[in-house]
């Protein structure tokens, strides 16, 4: 491998190859570049994507806005597409990458299931909450499933379920990810309150986000 260096100067061999290993890695972790979520510990996961640049090939209408969208999500597919040529390339030459990639993220690269239990290695406060509100869609199932209740025993045992001594619906929760307002995870996400009724797709929809 030849590498120009910030002289202008060619290099070869050991020393340069890690030095630009190690320079690359330190601009891709850059925090500015918005690539990556906060989390547990230093390990890196990328961050979601902005709404209109997820639901703008939804829209039929073409706008200004669609279209810085779409620049901005190729230009994101590129970098990672680049990412992980660097990654390959720094395994065929035997060289260590200062670049943590979470575990959870090599998983989905791989294509391995991945499960709630597994957002923890993420992020410790979201899946904690997943798994609260989970449980809440299991008593709702438990409800509707037992055969031994009335209708009317159903509504009042439905109507016991709580969150934190709170109704779903009094929280004001949205279908929006976890810190990020901005970002829904479904259309329209951000008028639709999650209630009893649809608490099992909020969960599914932050965990397929």
Same mark, same amino acid.
């Given at each position: ?22 320079? !690359? ?70 060289? !260590? ?113």
């Amino acid at each position: 491998m030849c590498i120009r260096d910030s002289y202008n100067e060619e290099g070869t061999g050991l020393g340069p190859t890690l030095e630009f290993y190690t320079l !690359v890695a330190q601009e891709l972790r850059n925090p500015e570049k918005g690539l990556w979520r906060s989390g547990n510990d230093e390990s890196l996961f990328p961050a979601p994507l902005k709404p209109e640049i997820i639901h703008q090939d939804k829209s039929r209408g073409i706008t200004r806005k669609n279209s810085q969208a779409r620049a901005e999500l190729n230009k994101t597919y590129q970098i990672f597409k680049m990412m992980g040529t660097l990654v390959a390339r720094s395994i065929i030459d035997e060289r !260590v990458m200062d670049f943590p990639l979470n575990p959870v993220f090599w998983d989905l690269v791989l294509r391995k299931p991945v499960s709630l239990k597994d957002i923890a290695k993420v992020d410790e406060g979201i899946a904690k909450t997943l798994g609260e509100l989970q449980e809440i869609v299991n008593k709702k199932k438990e409800i509707e499933n037992d055969k031994a209740m009335s209708k009317e025993d159903k509504r009042i045992a439905m109507n016991k379920i709580l969150y934190k001594d709170a109704r779903l619906e009094d929280l004001s929760l949205t279908f929006t990810f976890p810190g990020y307002e901005d970002i829904e995870t479904i259309p329209n996400g951000l008028n639709e309150i999650v209630d009893l009724s649809n608490v099992e797709k909020y969960v599914q929809s932050v965990f397929n986000y």
